[in-house]
């Protein structure tokens, strides 16, 4: 087990993390400068956005600690409440070999619109549910890989998708696109072609995502396994916690 959260903690934390960060700093200089003729973003009222959104993420976090405990940190006991709260959860093998293919990896998927979510309804209902949807939208889901369930990849979905539930913002089509597009690069060439309502909505759905591993960093602290390959990790120059 402790060889799982090291790998695990050790992709959240050097990777994902770091990535997320960094995509975050191009766009730091571009937030308040940039302007649109359609768009006048107030101060004032963008701080209150922020308020709620900080006290929104507090009622989540205990929220869900007290799910996770209830559950005992079980990944099958997790995956039956997200059932039993209105979201499709679909277990398949070689889930990413055709997740890739619209740009998505497994776990939570927020709804999807146009020729993505035809995909993906054609495939669901076809090899799941074994009946036909060509629907061009999809509700929230989880499509997971059955060779890659462990408890700290479904606590980083789950707290995306209570996110999602619970309103907070950055879950939208086209910020979760721009989130999974530059996640890896962004230029300041991409950054100038953003509006200034895409950049916002970016800036938020990297939060999210930053938000969900520290999410499960707190919870793999309370181990004392994940605790010594934290330490590992960042004895041997990983990032700081």
């Not at 709620?52 to 409440?81: W, Y």
């Not at 072609?193 to 919870?219: H, N, P, T």
Request: glycine share 4%.
């Amino acid at each position: 087990m402790n060889k799982i959260i090291q790998k695990i903690i050790n992709y959240i934390l050097q990777r994902r993390r770091s990535r997320l960060e960094q995509t975050l700093n191009t766009l730091k200089p571009r937030t308040y400068t940039n302007s649109t003729t359609k768009t006048h973003i107030n101060a004032s009222e963008t701080l209150t956005i922020t308020a709620r959104t900080k006290q929104l993420l507090e009622t989540i976090n205990v929220e869900l600690i007290n799910i996770v405990k209830t559950c005992e940190t079980n990944p099958d006991k997790i995956i039956d409440f997200i059932i039993a709260h209105g979201t499709k959860v679909y277990i398949v093998r070689n889930a990413k070999n055709f997740l890739t293919k619209i740009n998505e990896q497994p776990g939570f998927i927020s709804p999807l619109s146009g020729i993505k979510a035809f995909y993906l309804n054609l495939w669901t209902g076809l090899f799941c549910e074994k009946r036909l949807n060509f629907s061009f939208k999809t509700k929230d889901m989880f499509i997971l890989d059955s060779a890659e369930i462990n408890i700290y990849f479904i606590l980083h979905q789950f707290y995306l998708w209570y996110g999602f539930k619970k309103g907070l913002p950055g879950y939208d089509e086209t910020s979760r696109e721009l989130l999974k597009s530059h996640i890896d690069a962004m230029s300041d060439a991409d950054v100038n072609k953003m509006s200034v309502e895409q950049i916002l909505g970016f800036k938020e759905a990297i939060a999210r995502d930053k938000e969900a591993a520290d999410f499960v960093i707190q919870l793999a602290k309370q181990s004392t396994g994940a605790k010594q390959a934290l330490e590992k990790i960042q004895k041997n120059g990983g990032a700081n916690i």
